[in-house]
Each structure stands twice: as structure tokens, then as C-alpha cells.
């Protein structure tokens, strides 16, 4: 694993960046036809909402003449549809998300007075220290033009969020609250410039303690942001640093694959004889903007269809966490905090009656447990129900598969379950396992189990169960990581090597999802991106289930269940339109259980995701697999 111990396996390969500005609307369009913002249900259709987003793009110590704004408009989207990435890696076009964003693009640049207070602002919070551990190697580097320097700054990256997010507001007139806005930060060349990076400090691992962000030069940032509401900031004046590995201007190349490995240097590397010329800085930052900030943050795509995870009427969102004991000198149920996870899943989405369950097989674990791990891993040659699909790895998936049953509790019928199987084990006995992973079904994309792995090695690294979990069940209910996605106009997927490589920096945000581990929290952007996914789904599920009902004779039976769905489909839409997703998502969903309860009661059967299960197996399609990433290393 090239640059590994938190990495990925990728999906496909990779392309381009985008966002901008305006004021929002909504144009839902069933079948081609506009419908009103305000309405209600309409039966039997697939609508389309529509919203314009508004993206600012703010130069906070870069001078007009700096920045080629034709250059960097010409790599940003105009548009974003979020479509459920898993199905495409098997061929299939999977639901249609019923969402599409047009991407408005707003320009300006500070003056002296607020890059004065800003600059001020960092360094009265700033903390002094030592070059890091990359800013030294930087200055090791052979074409490196000029050395780090110390004292260097160490700044609290969500402080410098909040305050640019509300100077924004309150000098440059942006509203934070329905607009998206990058801030891209230049510090160099003024006098008082001084070497820095950006932390985040507050947030231990909950069953280690190991801070990551204090005690790890590979987490200190050049960017942030997503913490306080629809801002992140981009500094190249900050680092180098280790996330992107922006501090090697040695190597183009990283991996040896004979591609360069596309990232952005600090700023002064933008020079004649520098590592890049200085004609590139406009577009690296439309790169930026596009392949990070739109793609990944603002408007990405979810991996799994979170409608797959939908519980029935008065049913409950189940996270089953299961512990499997390969280790006699340790307990894994020492290594979650279920009471942590809980909080982290019911406060990301309310609109569920969550039931979270960890509980420990008894040993002897059954047969067959320990050798399915082994035979993933590749530490037994053993044959197994993998080779229906023709790769090893898939022994994991399809064994606990086969023995559900025997791990996971029989709940309630209208109860969606996530299962989670969790081992405890040394790496002698289970292999080089990653962190964990949210697998599929192996056949059309659709999630099926989630997979974490703990023992004496991962935990010395300073990871237990709990965040693992945490993560790998964001996945499983749709999240994406901020450093892969989709590229909706250009039409492929990508993660951060070869020409993305700067993909990276989309970690530098504020979310589980990432792999730079200084928080453990779903953010906004998390946030917005599933409740819009939700909120369009939900009310296009009973769009197609109230087709079922009008055509039924007895419909009139049912008419104050309808009645109420679409007073529910009035508010969702509401909500949307003035971006309060939350709501949007919650009265979504209440509209669904009011016309899933009319169906119901008229005999009609209930409105699922369509799976393609008897699709032969496609053999070794890509997963996403989430091994522990130390750069330092």
C-alpha cells in the first residue's frame, strides 16, 4: 500500500472540478414536464428536483492580476446529478436519484483591510513549533526553491473557518446558509507571512485516545472546513504537508506507474524553475474547485442507494454490531463504545428510530468464521463459497451470507438491518486485514454487510472498533468518502492518484468519512448531500406507490392518508427550496409511511429499490476497502 496504513482500492478511474453562485430555486419535472415548487405528490411519476446552488469563490490575499478567472472557469461544472455510484461498476444504471443541481458561480477578492484582519486574527491564535516532519523533508528536496523556516504556526483549522465564514457574511455579503463558498487563502508575500499549518486537535479516539491531530505531522492541513456550515478553505501558503504529499517536488511520479501524480505544490513553487508554472495556478485551483470542492464536498454522490437502508412503516434502522473473538488476551467489546455510535447515527439522521446492538458470539466461534477471514486475506489457499465469484476476498461476504442467521437476531419485519461483524484478532491469525470495509452483494452493487477489524497491531496504530464502525456504517447507508466520487457531466469515477491525486485534500474537511482521522462526526456537507438524497427519494417513492393507489377502486378508502402525504410532499419541497435539508429529508419520509400505510391497507405491496439478483457474479469488481493511512510512514 503505497502511502497506506488509512488508504483505498478504487473504483474506476478518475477526471476534472466545479462550483459557483445564485439564488436558489426549484423546478421538480415529472416525465418532462415542470410542476410547480410547491407541489404536492404527483402519481405515477419520476420527478426531477431541481435547485441552483450558489458557489463563491473568494481570493483572500491574491491580487486580480494573480488569477486567470477564464482559465479557472473553464475547468467548473455547470451542473451536478448524483447518481448511485456501486450499480455503474457492474454495468447497471441503478435508481434514478431524482436530484439536479445548477451550479451558479460568483467571483470576488478581498481587500487590504480584511486580508489585514484575517492574517492578524491567525496569528493572535496561532501556536508556535517546529518545522514539521514534511516541511523538513521539503527542505530536503533537491528542486525545493526556498526552505521552510522556523517557528512555524500551528493554527486551529475551525477557527479560521468560522471566521471566514462570518466575515463573509458580514463584509462581502455572502449567506452562509444558502450558498456554497470556497475562501482560497495566499498568506505569502506579505510582510508579515509567517510558515504554517492548520490542526484540529480536540478529538481523540474515543477507545485509544490516540490523537491523531495532535500527535501526527501527516494530520496537519493546508485546508478545512465544513465544521461551522458551507465552508472550506484551501490555503497554499500553509505546509507543505504530507496529505497530498505536496511537500515532494522531487517526484512527479509517486507510485512508479509511469503517471505523474497530479498535485498542487505551495504557492512559492509556482514559479519559473519551480515545480510548476506559474500559467497553472488558475486552472490547479479550477481542479480544485471541480474534482474536491463540487464533486466530493457540495454535491457528490452516494456510494450505496441509501433507499436500499429504508425501514417499513413503524419499522427501525438497526445497526447489529457483532463481535467475533480471535484473541484470548483481549475482549473486542474493550473496543466500541456503542453508546458513541448511537449518538453519531441518531444525530445524523433523526428521522429514524434507531436501534443500536453490539453483542459477542460465544466461542468456539462456528466453524468456518476464523477460515473466512483467513481465506480473504490470503493467508489460507482453502477453497470456499469465493469461488462462485472468483476471487478470495469474496469469502468473507459470501460465508456470513450463507450463516446470517447464526450471527444476527431475527428483529422485526419492518426493521431495515445493517450487520456489522466486527473481528478481534492478532494479524498473525487473521491475516494483514484493513481497518474495515462496507462490502456488496457482489452482483449488482447493492450493500450487503459491514466488515471491521481490530487486534493488538491496529490498536497500537490508535484505532479500536467504534470509529471503524461508525465509518464503514456511513458507507453502508450511502456516504461517500470527501477524496473519491463522481464527475456527473464528464461521466466517470476517481479517487485521489495519477491525475487526481490532489483528491486527497478533500479529507480536509469535517466528517467520519475522511481518512485523516482528527474528528469523528458527520458534517455538513455529510449532511446536506444525504438529506437531498433522502428528501428526493422518499417523495419519489410515493409518487410511484400513489400511481398503484389512484388506479385502485377502493382508493377512496385511503383518501386522509393521501391527504396527509401530500401535505407532507408540500413541506418536504418547502424546506428544500429555502435549504433547510433536515426537515426536507424528515417530511420526505413522512409523506412515504403516509402512502406506504395507504397501500398497505389496500393490499398493494410496498415500493423497494428494484435488485438485479440473478445476475451471474461479475467476478473481481472493485471495492472500496478502508485500510489505516499514515503517510508518515
Not at 521 to 533: K, P, Q
Amino acid at each position: 500500500m503505497n502511502h497506506a496504513i488509512r488508504s483505498t482500492v478504487w473504483w474506476r478511474r478518475v477526471v476534472l472540478v466545479l462550483l459557483l453562485m445564485a439564488f436558489l430555486s426549484i423546478v421538480p419535472a415529472a416525465f418532462g414536464q415542470d410542476v410547480e415548487p410547491d407541489a404536492g405528490l404527483t402519481p405515477g411519476a419520476t420527478v426531477t428536483y431541481r435547485q441552483t446552488l450558489p458557489v463563491n469563490l473568494v481570493f483572500v490575499g491574491y491580487e486580480k492580476e494573480d488569477i486567470d478567472l477564464a482559465a479557472l472557469k473553464q475547468q467548473l461544472p455547470a451542473t451536478y446529478a448524483p447518481l448511485v455510484r456501486s450499480t455503474q461498476f457492474y454495468g447497471l444504471p441503478g435508481r434514478d436519484m431524482g436530484l439536479s443541481f445548477d451550479l451558479e458561480y460568483k467571483t470576488q477578492f478581498t481587500n487590504q483591510a480584511f486580508e489585514d484582519d484575517y492574517f492578524a486574527y491567525l496569528a493572535s491564535i496561532a501556536e508556535s513549533g517546529d518545522p514539521t516532519l514534511f516541511q523538513t523533508f521539503y527542505n530536503e528536496q533537491i528542486n525545493n526553491v526556498l526552505d521552510v523556516t522556523g517557528p512555524v504556526w500551528y493554527i486551529d483549522g475551525p477557527s479560521a473557518e468560522q471566521w471566514l465564514m462570518d466575515a463573509g457574511r458580514s463584509r462581502l455579503g455572502i449567506n452562509p446558509d444558502k450558498s456554497y463558498t470556497i475562501y482560497f487563502v495566499n498568506w505569502y508575500d506579505r510582510p508579515d507571512f509567517r510558515f504554517h499549518v492548520y490542526t484540529k486537535t480536540d478529538s481523540p479516539d474515543p477507545d485509544t485516545g490516540h490523537n491523531f491531530g495532535a500527535s501526527q505531522d501527516s494530520r496537519k492541513m493546508i485546508a478545512w472546513g465544513g465544521t461551522h456550515g458551507r465552508t472550506w478553505f484551501y490555503d497554499l501558503s500553509a505546509g507543505p504537508e504530507a496529505w497530498t504529499n505536496n511537500f515532494d517536488v522531487d517526484n512527479p511520479d509517486l507510485d512508479g506507474d509511469g503517471v505523474e501524480d497530479y498535485r498542487m505544490p505551495p504557492i512559492w513553487e509556482y514559479t519559473d524553475g519551480g515545480y510548476r508554472d506559474p500559467a497553472a495556478l488558475s486552472s490547479d485551483l479550477g481542479l480544485v474547485t471541480r474534482f474536491v470542492a463540487v464533486n466530493l464536498l457540495f454535491t457528490t454522490s452516494p456510494l450505496y442507494d441509501p433507499l436500499v437502508a429504508a425501514p417499513g412503516v413503524g419499522g427501525r434502522r438497526v445497526a447489529h454490531v457483532e463481535i467475533l473473538e480471535m484473541h484470548r488476551k483481549s475482549s473486542g467489546l474493550d473496543w466500541i463504545d456503542m453508546d458513541f455510535v448511537a449518538d453519531e447515527l441518531i444525530g445524523f439522521q433523526p428521522y429514524y428510530d434507531w436501534q443500536p446492538v453490539v453483542e459477542r458470539t460465544r466461542r468456539p466461534l462456528p466453524i468456518g468464521t476464523r477460515q473466512a477471514v483467513r481465506i480473504a486475506t490470503g493467508l489460507s489457499a482453502r477453497p470456499g463459497c469465493w469461488e462462485e465469484f472468483g476471487w478470495a476476498f469474496a469469502q468473507l461476504f459470501c460465508y456470513f451470507d450463507k450463516k446470517y442467521d447464526v450471527f444476527v437476531p431475527e428483529y422485526g419485519p419492518k426493521d431495515y438491518v445493517a450487520a456489522a461483524f466486527g473481528y478481534n484478532g492478532s494479524v498473525a491469525v487473521m491475516g494483514n486485514v484493513p481497518l474495515g470495509f462496507a462490502d456488496d452483494n457482489w452482483r449488482d452493487g447493492t450493500q450487503s454487510y459491514v466488515f471491521m477489524f481490530t487486534g493488538p497491531e491496529i490498536r497500537s496504530a490508535g484505532y479500536g472498533f467504534t470509529t471503524t464502525t461508525i465509518h464503514e456504517l456511513g458507507h453502508h447507508f450511502g456516504l461517500s468518502h470527501p477524496h473519491d466520487g463522481h464527475d456527473s457531466e464528464l461521466g466517470f469515477d476517481y479517487g485521489p492518484g495519477n491525475e487526481f491525486f490532489f483528491a486527497w485534500s478533500g479529507d480536509e474537511t469535517h466528517t467520519m468519512m475522511s481518512y485523516i482521522d482528527v474528528g469523528w462526526e458527520f458534517g455538513r456537507f455529510d449532511m446536506d448531500n444525504m438529506y437531498r438524497w433522502e428528501f428526493a427519494g422518499y417523495l419519489n417513492w410515493a409518487n410511484q406507490q400513489l400511481g398503484d393507489i389512484e388506479a385502485h377502486p377502493d382508493k377512496a378508502m385511503v383518501r386522509g392518508l393521501v391527504d396527509a402525504a401530500d401535505n407532507h410532499a408540500r413541506e418536504a419541497t418547502k424546506a428544500f427550496r429555502r435549504w433547510d435539508y433536515l426537515t426536507a429529508a424528515t417530511e420526505g419520509r413522512m409523506a412515504y409511511e403516509a402512502i406506504a400505510a395507504a397501500a398497505e391497507t389496500l393490499g398493494l405491496d410496498a415500493i423497494r429499490v428494484a435488485r438485479s439478483s440473478e445476475l451471474p457474479p461479475t467476478g473481481a469488481m472493485p471495492r472500496v476497502i478502508d485500510p489505516i493511512r499514515f503517510p508518515d510512514n
